[in-house]
């Protein structure tokens, strides 16, 4: 399986903060890597696929960028309701993986 | 609009079968390339894929959990069936199921979700 390592696990940031996410692969994975975006209790978000292309309904502050093996995922200016846990998963080889999430903190 | 909704016990024995349904509404299982998966999400932990059944009936396991799953669809009901053998106190978790529109497997609908407590 390929192994996709998120880091940071967790960060602490303010309103208006730009925040970076990044996301590693084993191998390369091309650009089938996807962002989700999961609070507390609840099923997780889509926002971005194919690594740079935004979800439908989501927000211009969050974009998607890499290729091959190393991706990220950055917020321009945090808002409140972006507090919240995310992954990375790709799907350019089975099984699909997710990393380990990173829990994006007040 | 497209909605998923598991259905399913809250609680089962270990060794227990469990057997979990995905009623979906807004698309088709036997439109091209549209899929349906089954994720889980042990408590505090990341998110783990299970399976997926594609329109063809093309189905895709966790090489880790393959000899215990088994994934099926009854496209007139517009459900996807997930069964999972000999259960085991590791196996509690949230379990979603969630739509792709694509081959390429991105999961842009979820249901809320299915609490699975495995317990004596």
């Known amino acids: 399986d390929i192994q996709m390592t998120q880091s940071p696990s967790s960060l602490s940031a303010s309103v208006g903060d730009r925040v970076t996410i990044s996301c590693r692969a084993s191998?390369?994975?091309?650009?089938?890597l996807n962002w989700y975006q999961q609070k507390p209790g609840k099923a997780p978000k889509l926002l971005i696929y194919?690594?740079?292309s935004l979800q439908s309904g989501v927000p211009s502050r969050f974009t998607g960028s890499g290729s091959g093996t190393d991706f990220t995922l950055a917020i321009s200016s945090l808002q409140p309701e972006d507090f919240a846990t995310y992954y990375c998963?790709?799907?350019?080889?089975?099984?699909?993986?997710f990393g380990g999430g990173t829990k994006v903190e007040i | 609009q497209i909605t998923l909704k598991e259905s399913g016990p809250t609680l089962v024995k270990p060794t227990q079968t469990l057997t979990l349904t995905c009623t979906f509404s807004?698309?088709?299982?036997?439109?091209?390339?549209?899929?349906v998966g089954w994720i889980r999400q042990p408590p505090g932990k990341a998110l783990e894929w299970l399976a997926l059944?594609?329109?063809?009936?093309?189905?895709r396991y966790s090489p880790s959990l393959k000899s215990r799953l088994t994934i099926t669809k009854d496209t007139s009901k517009n459900q996807v069936v997930l069964t999972m053998t000999n259960m085991d106190p590791v196996d509690t978790a949230t379990y979603y199921c969630?739509?792709?529109?694509?081959?390429?497997?991105?999961?842009?609908?979820w249901g809320q979700g299915n609490l699975v407590t495995v317990s004596s």
């Open positions: 191998q390369s994975v091309s650009t089938y």
């Open positions: 194919g690594a740079s």
């Open positions: 807004g698309f088709s299982l036997s439109t091209s390339g549209v899929g």
């Open positions: 998963q790709q799907s350019s080889i089975p099984p699909p993986t």
């Open positions: 059944i594609y329109w063809d009936a093309d189905k």
């Open positions: 969630a739509h792709t529109p694509s081959i390429a497997i991105r999961l842009d609908y």
